[in-house]
């Protein structure tokens, strides 16, 4: 048997960008997320770029991917500036727009217009089930119960019910 030895070597490749993130996490809504629904998330980001990221440079926590599924679609910098090293967590308000499946819950830094399609850097992504509001497993069994114009805030009917008469009006 021939046995060859190759002396270890080790090459590295630091490159900086001016523009660069990673993920550090990302918390989709605890619990059940239903389709209509407004929930928090969070997600924490880390500026490793030689920039400093900051409001007034148009820096921004950007959706990646299908941007009407969640509501939202930049989240602003809740700190300015973010130093090259320091991380920096976003709370925001989603509404779930998705129908029921499951999606992708993708978020990215952003600099609107400089770099390359706006996005730089990590991206924080999950897996998101939505299921159906649970008003829609109801209202068909509500609808067959209520005559049509039934109004359940008022107590009334409308002149389009045959309940209606103008001493219930």
């Known amino acids: 048997f021939l046995f060859l030895v190759f002396p270890k070597t080790t090459h590295a490749l630091v490159t900086t960008f001016s523009d660069n993130s990673t993920c550090v996490s990302i918390s989709p809504p605890a619990g059940p997320v239903y389709e209509g629904y407004k929930y928090t998330a969070v997600v924490t980001m880390t500026n490793v770029g030689s920039n400093n990221c900051s409001t007034a440079n148009n820096y921004a926590l950007g959706a990646s991917g299908n941007t009407k599924n969640w509501g939202a679609n ?21 509404t779930v727009n998705a129908s029921p499946g499951i999606h992708r819950f993708s978020w990215q830094m952003v600099r609107d217009p400089e770099s390359t399609y706006g996005f730089f850097g990590g991206i924080c992504q999950i897996g998101i089930t939505v299921l159906p509001s649970p008003y829609a497993l109801y209202l068909p069994l509500f ?3 209520h005559p049509a114009g039934y109004v359940p805030d008022s107590g009334k009917s409308t002149e389009n019910s045959p309940y209606y008469s103008a001493s219930n009006a």
């Open 74 to 94: 930049r989240v602003p910098l809740p700190s300015s500036p973010v130093a090259t090293n320091q991380s920096v967590t976003f709370p925001f308000e989603i």
């Open 143 to 145: 609808l067959k119960n």
